[in-house]
């Protein structure tokens, strides 16, 4: 497998930067499997504090509304760039959130206890967490507000 072939699979297995993954691959002499561990060990390293420091000024707002239209949630992410904005990752995040946060009527509870609809052994901070080290770049809830005729 090329390269090229190469770079593009752990991208999408992966979703690292492609530094880190055209650096996981120099240092596995071109072994895409042993890179593949490399980036998943070198993803898990990288300090919450380093990524979560960085300025998230890029705004984006992601609405969710249940089929039957009883209950709905805008949620406001920021991010570094306006490409992490749009990035996939981000998009599902916020959907997510905004799902827990149709569903979830904890008047005054911290976002950051919130447990995810989907998954409740996962926090929204966990969530956040792990796409912003996914994507390489801070992500912050700035706000969420839900709408319900329940």
């Known amino acids: 497998m090329n390269r090229l072939k190469m770079i593009k699979l752990l991208r999408e297995k992966t979703n690292a930067p492609l530094m880190l993954i055209s650096d996981a691959l120099r240092e596995m002499n071109d072994d895409h499997v042993a890179a593949e561990k490399l980036i998943h060990e070198k993803m898990g390293k990288r300090g919450d504090h380093v990524i979560l420091s960085r300025e998230a000024k890029h705004r984006t707002v992601i609405a969710y509304v249940h089929h039957d239209s009883s209950a709905g949630a805008l949620v406001e992410l920021r991010t570094e760039t306006d490409f ?67």
């Open 84 to 150: 992490a904005a749009k990035n996939e990752l981000v998009q599902r995040l916020g959907k997510e959130i905004a799902m827990t946060y149709a569903f979830t009527d904890a008047p005054g509870a911290s976002w950051e206890d919130m447990k995810s609809i989907r998954d409740p052994n996962v926090t929204i901070a966990d969530l956040i967490k792990d796409v912003a080290a996914a994507v390489g770049e801070a992500i912050m809830l700035e706000k969420a507000v839900r709408i319900s005729n329940v």
